[in-house]
């Protein structure tokens, strides 16, 4: 809304120029695009000494997960290895296929298919911590 109370401190959103995080959550989830994409947070490259942690993107923006989402999936390589809106699995170095899918609350399909990389820790340094390392800047 525009109101605007400048008596009372409220210019409404003229002083606004965009959408609160929850704004643009239920924007999404009301007008969502064409092709739903399951959309998560956390990262698909890792260590072998770490936990693949990954979640419900909707949840870290504060959504409702009773109500917003339901029917969560989880797959690597084919096996469910989840069904809640968040995972946290150890996996051995290799390179997987990551499947993630859920139902919104109007019952529309969301997937997600890529891979998850688990390295060695010397692998990791080379391959990911050292190309970024040496592209820092130094002052």
Request: aromatic letters at 14%; charged letters at 20%.
């Amino acid at each position: 809304m525009h109101y605007m109370f400048a008596t009372c401190g409220i210019n409404g959103n003229y002083d606004y120029t965009g959408l609160s995080d929850r704004d643009r959550l239920a924007v999404h989830t009301l007008y969502p695009e064409d092709v739903r994409v399951a959309e998560f947070v956390g990262t698909t490259v890792i260590k072998t000494d770490e936990n693949l942690v990954l979640g419900l993107a909707w949840k870290q923006r504060g959504a409702y997960l009773d109500f917003v989402a339901r029917d969560f999936s989880w797959k690597i390589v084919g096996n469910v290895v989840g069904t809640i809106a968040d995972l946290n699995v150890r996996l051995p170095a290799g390179n997987y296929t990551l499947q993630y899918a859920y139902q919104d609350f109007l019952g529309r399909d969301y997937s997600y298919t890529g891979t998850v990389y688990v390295m060695e820790p010397k692998t990791f340094a080379g391959v990911i911590a050292g190309p970024i390392a040496a592209r820092a800047v130094l002052y």
